[in-house]
């Protein structure tokens, strides 16, 4: 069930007991059209913020408002303002936190474009070769990747195509084990077989007595006779129901284990021919993943070889390449972060349109708003921290 689902019953369940007084979890449940359970549940939550009084009677939960209700509910919509203005505040610093952030990444980027500038003056055609020797890096990887994720592919491929066929061929193996009587349909022909005999016996007995009974006995043993015979002859129509049913179950039964069988003789059929093909594909993958590596590591050898030769030079193009990197990065996560601000303040400002009758309400449209605020708060901590470090390696690139 989804926040507002739960917070706009507890809404219904407050004005269900407003309007009607004190009433049981089973027809608050009816009610409300929901669960016992659910009703428990939000009687609970209201209870801890003073808002209803729980009893028990007779196994039952009964639920009422008290009758500090209102003073209860003016002290929480009270608690919900201070800590509502308190987020505002914080979200508003972690804002200006954002824009001392953006001139940080503004410095950055001018002091990045500076260094590359005096790179490109200083290595002339060496800052060309370097990026060319970077953009064959780039390439190899994407394709290394690329292989390496096509193996991890069919690995998850065959694991899942095992599991289905063991599924399958498990389901058959049930099948193929069922008898007449699941359902308890020979339990109770067996049952009601013996009820027949019984009643058979108790017929047999009852005209014998009926022989040798007195006139005054007579007229209520006849009718004891009647009674039971039709009992019996109920009993065999039940018996020819139960009958007729079990047959047509042995039916269905018999079709479904033909079937079964069928299906598992394809399944195990189609399941090696399936297996054989996907190991097969396996291996050419491992054979082209194994020459990956290889290759991998050749060209490596050679990059690394070719940035040698241009001394400091190329050390320094890495650390610039990383370092712009990681500017773009923090960038992108503080323009998202700042999307999400703006929300959250849309959302705060929104509460106010919740009038006093729906404290509990707003209290738990702030808490989910405080919930996102916190996490927010720690990816901008942590980019800050990302834009410390990157000042300290344009420093040092400097």
């Avoid at 200083?122 to 193996?151: C, M, P, Q, S, T």
């Amino acid at each position: 069930m989804g926040e507002e689902a739960i917070v706009t019953g507890i809404d219904a369940l407050v004005k269900y007991l407003s309007e009607h007084g004190e009433t049981d979890s089973v027809s608050l449940a009816y009610a409300l059209n929901t669960t016992e359970k659910t009703i428990e549940d939000w009687a609970n939550v209201l209870e801890k913020a003073g808002m209803v009084r729980i009893s028990y009677r007779v196994g039952k939960m009964y639920i009422a408002i008290p009758t500090n209700v209102e003073a209860a509910s003016k002290e929480l919509m009270q608690n919900v303002e201070v800590r509502k203005s308190i987020l505002e505040g914080e979200i508003k610093g972690q804002i200006n936190v954002m824009d001392k952030l953006n001139q940080k990444l503004d410095e950055l980027k001018k002091a990045t474009g500076n260094a590359e500038g005096a790179f490109r003056g200083k290595a002339g055609n060496i800052k060309k070769e370097l990026d060319k020797l970077a953009k064959i890096e780039k390439e190899v990887n994407e394709n290394y990747a690329k292989v390496k994720e096509r193996r991890d592919y069919m690995d998850r491929l065959v694991l899942n195509l095992q599991q289905q066929f063991k599924a399958v061929s498990e389901s058959a193996e049930y099948i193929k084990g069922m008898s007449p009587e699941t359902g308890g349909a020979g339990a109770l022909m067996a049952d009601i077989n013996a009820k027949i005999l019984a009643s058979d016996q108790s017929t047999k007995d009852l005209l014998a007595k009926f022989e040798s009974s007195v006139v005054a006995q007579r007229k209520e043993l006849q009718q004891l006779a009647v009674n039971v015979k039709d009992e019996n002859s109920k009993l065999r129509e039940t018996v020819a129901q139960e009958e007729k049913k079990v047959e047509e179950y042995s039916k269905k039964l018999s079709s479904l284990k033909s079937g079964s069988q069928s299906l598992n003789s394809r399944v195990e059929k189609e399941k090696g021919k399936i297996l054989d093909d996907a190991a097969k594909a396996r291996q050419e993958i491992e054979k082209e993943y194994s020459l990956a590596e290889q290759q991998m590591a050749k060209l490596r050898t050679l990059i690394a070889g070719g940035k040698e030769g241009f001394g400091g030079f190329a050390t320094l193009n890495d650390n610039l390449e990383h370092l712009s990197t990681e500017i773009e990065r923090i960038s992108k996560e503080k323009d998202q972060l700042s999307k999400e601000y703006n929300t959250l303040l849309q959302q705060l400002r929104a509460l106010d349109s919740l009038s006093g009758k729906k404290a509990f309400e707003k209290k738990s449209r702030l808490e989910a708003i405080t919930g996102k605020s916190r996490k927010a708060s720690k990816r901008l901590d942590d980019a800050v921290q990302a834009a410390s470090k990157a000042g300290d390696e344009a420093q040092n690139i400097a």
